[in-house]
């Protein structure tokens, strides 16, 4: 049993992970200038939907959501989600971004979101959570978020 446990995590890891990307992909044809103003419209999108987050906004937090991922996360969503989080982790203070994460398709991007919570004695708690935005560009050549989450 044992034996045949150690050959399934085997061949689990031996098939996890790994993406090819065929050489004739338009990635490696961008221009700086067009990464950067990717970066950039990435960065403006996460800040919206994360100021909408600390105001409880759940129109704003969707806006820049693409169709897909919009129908599967909605507003009624949001307002479940971040009640939950505020339960658990206290009240969101604000964010700071830490940075981008290489990937040749899409950008990643990472904040840091701190929250309050009032603790049993009255005093402050508070806790740090990692926020991952995955955003592309539409068929307009607009930023579009396909996926985010706390860490």
């Not at 950067?36 to 987050?53: C, K, Y």
């Not at 658990?88 to 040749?104: Q, S, V």
């Amino acid at each position: 049993m044992k034996h045949k446990l150690a050959m399934l995590a085997a061949a689990l890891l031996a098939l996890t992970g790994c993406t090819v990307i065929p050489p004739e992909d338009p990635v490696g044809t961008k221009s700086p200038e067009t990464q950067s103003r990717e970066l950039a419209a990435a960065q403006h999108t996460g800040r919206q939907m994360l100021q909408a987050f600390l105001d409880d906004n759940a129109k704003g937090f969707c806006a820049g959501l693409d169709k897909t991922t919009a129908e599967k996360f909605s507003q009624s969503e949001f307002k479940l989600s971040r009640e939950r989080m505020v339960r658990e982790y206290g009240k969101p203070l604000g964010f700071t971004y830490l940075g981008d994460l290489a990937n040749p398709l899409l950008k990643v991007l990472v904040w840091k979101v701190r929250f309050e919570k009032i603790g049993s004695k009255n005093q402050p708690i508070h806790r740090e959570l990692l926020f991952q935005l995955t955003s592309g560009v539409d068929e307009n050549n607009r930023c579009t978020v396909i996926s985010f989450g706390f860490l």
